[in-house]
Structures are given as C-alpha cells and as structure tokens.
C-alpha cells in the first residue's frame, strides 16, 4: 500500500509533468528504484510490454527503460531505424537480433548496441518466450 504522503509526492509530480507536457517540456527522472509489478504495462499480440523508465535527464533529451517478453515465432516489428541510440539485453529464450543486415542468434547473457538510425530488429526464434530489457536514449 502507498503511504499518503508518497501517493501526495506522486500525484504533485504527475501534475508538474502534465503541466511540462502541454507545454512541450517533459520532467526530469527522479533517481529511483522501479520493481517488475510497478512498471507500466502493455499487452500486445506478439508479447508483455513493460515500461520501467520514461523520460528526461540533466544529460539526456529523453531515456525509456523496458523488457519485452516475446511470445514464441513473434517479433515486435520489422527491423527498423529512430533517432535513439539503443541497448537490448537477453534475460531468457534465444531467437535472433538483425543489424545492419548481419542476423546473430542471441540467448541470455547476449547485447545488442545499436547506434543512432542503425537498421535492427529482433525476432524469438525458439518454443518458448524470449525475454530482453532494452534501453533507448537521446542526448540533449
């Protein structure tokens, strides 16, 4: 259960980042620790999307921390491109990480960097789910 005082805490900084937001500005990280269950989640039909981190820093435009559980013969998308440099992390399953046309099979312990506009994706290529934290970032 949240104590009133940190449920006030959150719903101040919800409201300054509203603010910030229509504006155009987004508010700065709070340096924190974020458990599985308090990350945001979102159920797509390839997997379990979670979101632990979303974004500014005092060094970075913007920050998004994530894991995907990805459902067997399932990838997110096509290999693409954006702006944000990015960091994928296997946890659980194998399948294979496409960069820059150069597909490696992956499995827990293995990291994918890829830099910005760099053409990559991921697909699980095994019977069982494939599990990978990423995290993507932009300089200011």
């Known amino acids: ?13 919800l409201a300054a980042a509203f603010a910030l937001a229509a504006e155009g500005q987004s508010v700065e990280i709070p340096g924190q620790v974020i458990q599985r269950g308090q990350a945001r989640k979102q159920s797509e039909s390839f997997g379990d999307l979670r979101f632990f981190v ?26 693409h491109t954006h702006p944000e440099e990015e960091l994928m992390i296997i946890t659980e399953g194998s399948g294979e990480i496409t960069l820059e046309g150069k597909v490696t099979k992956v499995s827990p312990g293995s990291v994918m960097y890829a ?9 699980n290529t095994s019977s069982a789910s494939l599990t990978f934290f990423w995290v993507k970032w932009l300089a200011k």
């Open 115 to 123: 830099g910005s506009n760099r053409l990559h994706g991921i697909v």
């Open 54 to 79: 979303e974004g500014s820093t005092g060094q970075l435009k913007g920050l998004t921390v994530g894991s995907l559980e990805l459902k067997s013969g399932q990838s997110p998308h096509p290999p």
């Open 1 to 13: 259960m949240i104590h009133a005082s940190n449920r006030r805490a959150i719903l101040q900084t």
